[in-house]
């Protein structure tokens, strides 16, 4: 069975960082696509990362570009999204999902998903 758990969440400063951790199992990460999307209160979900198996060609949101970094360790079956210079408006809960390929980082083309780690940036 696909089951996908997010940790690393946390409360931090404006230009801090976290690291957000989505451990796979039931999935073979170099043959999955893995997406990060995130739901800030009162708003719809969003895709703010994707990227295809542990190393494919990454897609970022404008609002994260050259702040946010997506990765994947096959031997750990684990994606990663680093995230630097953290915003107030990066607020949310953020989840990962997987999906057997993709075109667009939209929750539509995502059918298994995490149940969420929240991230709040505030000082």
């Known amino acids: 069975q696909l089951q996908l758990v997010e940790s690393g969440g946390g409360l931090v400063q404006p230009g801090g960082s976290l690291r957000l951790s989505c451990a796979a199992s039931g999935l073979a990460l170099p043959n999955y696509a893995i997406g990060w999307f995130r739901q800030a209160p009162g708003k719809e979900r969003e895709g703010v990362s994707c990227m295809f198996g542990a190393g494919g060609r990454p897609w970022y949101a404008d609002s994260v570009k050259g702040r946010f970094i997506i990765s994947g360790d096959s031997a750990k079956n684990t994606a990663y999204l680093q995230m630097n210079s953290l915003k107030p408006e990066d607020t949310g809960v953020y989840y990962c999902?997987?999906?057997?390929?993709?075109?667009?980082?939209?929750?539509?083309?995502?059918?298994?998903w995490g149940q969420g780690t929240q991230v709040s940036v505030s000082s």
């Open positions: 999902a997987a999906a057997r390929g993709y075109y667009y980082c939209n929750e539509g083309e995502f059918g298994a």
